[in-house]
């Protein structure tokens, strides 16, 4: 999709629609799939740990997680078509 965005004409406006609107799908798949993971780890510390990774480990792994969801939702709301 970004090869898409980047190949794409500034004034194909129809293009440029298309591609928002599948980023838009992406970004809220991203998001609720996000979110539901939070909603779990809130229950993690109820959960024992057999294998490598403990509670601790897995919030350290969501904190990250968020940052880079918080960071593509970023890039897709900044990567705007240009205005002509």
């Known amino acids: 999709m970004q ?3 980047l190949s794409s004409v500034p004034s194909d406006r129809e293009a440029w629609q ?3 609107s599948r980023a838009n799908e992406l970004r809220e798949k991203l998001l609720e799939g996000t979110d539901a993971l939070s909603k779990q780890i809130g229950l993690i510390n109820l ?3 057999v294998g490598r990774l403990g ?3 897995l919030r350290q792994m969501n904190a990250k997680l968020k ?3 918080f960071r ?3 890039v ?3 990567a ?3 205005c002509i």
């Open 3 to 5: 090869s898409e965005a």
């Open 18 to 20: 298309d591609l928002t």
């Open 47 to 49: 959960d024992i740990s």
């Open 55 to 57: 509670p601790s480990d």
């Open 67 to 69: 940052s880079v969801v």
């Open 72 to 74: 593509a939702a970023y």
């Open 76 to 78: 897709h709301f900044s």
């Open 80 to 82: 705007r078509p240009p």
